[in-house]
């Protein structure tokens, strides 16, 4: 009778067989079930941000019709002319028909807001600027958040004086603290600018003087974003490394004499676990932590583009942001439940089990 070879894995707090290995039934059933979840999630998202624009006051055509200021005379032609070229002249389901025909083609309609261009070229031109902000400010703040929390739980005396500081971060409004930090390093100190993405005077290229320009703009908006962040995934795993340090499994170690930073490994490794589920729980969150963010400094970005909609009263370019922010947030979180799969081997042998 042979004996099944065990090993304590750095994502789990008690011994499972080495290498499980899933069933192919099982990966297909499970990641079956999740991209079945994100495709009604996205069918519903994506007529809630239809249906959003159109209980604001107003609408497009007599926005367009009031910064056009056309004699009398006129109004009743361009109405309707403006009213056909913006889908607005059918019922309010056939909109809608036509909303997801139209999507399914890859047409956003035209913006009210620079009108003639289409939505697609406007959220094109604006989608670089929040790459470059949101990816480094999530992976960045991630990272650093929990290394620091991770350290702060082994120090005691650093646990009660710099950590209440992650407290006070996490609790900051991220559009306050923007406000702050535009007042201290824009007006007071003159070391960054406070507007725009890049200098009025230039136009984007990949030269040197303006990547420099980009980045004295991007780090106000990084940097704030950052702190807020960094505040929470602190707190989070410091609270997460005590927990796991009181645990069973690592009482047990510590007993059969294994060294205590090995045990401090694996008790990092656990609460990752939980910091991962939060990373995917707090996107929509960081993702509109962000869009305040770009509004306070002008940074032209999906935010900017959408307080520009709301004042333009865009339907068209407002349900395009959304619908960008929707793709998202959804395509992150599926890269997230795959990610889990490699790291928590519990979710590999439940796999395992669906197939037996």
Known sequence: MSVQQTHLS?????PHPANPVCGESGVKR??????????????????IDWMIPRFMPGNPVDALMARAGSFAE??????DYYSRVFGLDVPLWQQYVNFWNALLHGNLGTSVYAFPLPVTQIIMNAVPFDIF???????????????????????????NTILPLGYILTATPYMWLAMLLAWAFGIVLKIF????????SMTPNFSLTFIWSYLQHWFLPFISLFLVQFGGWAIGMRNMIIYELEADYSHYLE????????????????ALLPQLTGLA????????GALATEIVFSYPGIGYLILQAINSRDYF????????IIIGVLLANFIIDIVYVFVDPRTRTGMQGESA
């Open 10 to 14: 750095p994502f789990a707090g008690t």
């Open 30 to 47: 499970y990641f079956g079930r999740k991209l079945l979840v994100y495709i009604l999630t996205f069918f519903l998202a994506v007529t």
């Open 74 to 79: 006129s109004a009743a032609l361009m109405h």
């Open 133 to 159: 902000l949101l990816i480094p400010t999530i992976l960045l703040s991630w990272l650093a958040g929990n290394n620091f929390g991770a350290f702060a739980a082994r120090s005691k005396k650093l646990d």
């Open 193 to 200: 600018p406070i507007s725009g993405g890049y200098s009025f």
């Open 255 to 270: 007993a059969l004499g294994v060294p205590r930073k090995l045990v401090r490994k694996y008790a990092f490794n656990n």
């Open 281 to 288: 729980l707090q996107l929509g969150v960081i993702v509109a």
């Open 317 to 324: 370019l407002l349900q395009g942001c959304f619908l960008f």
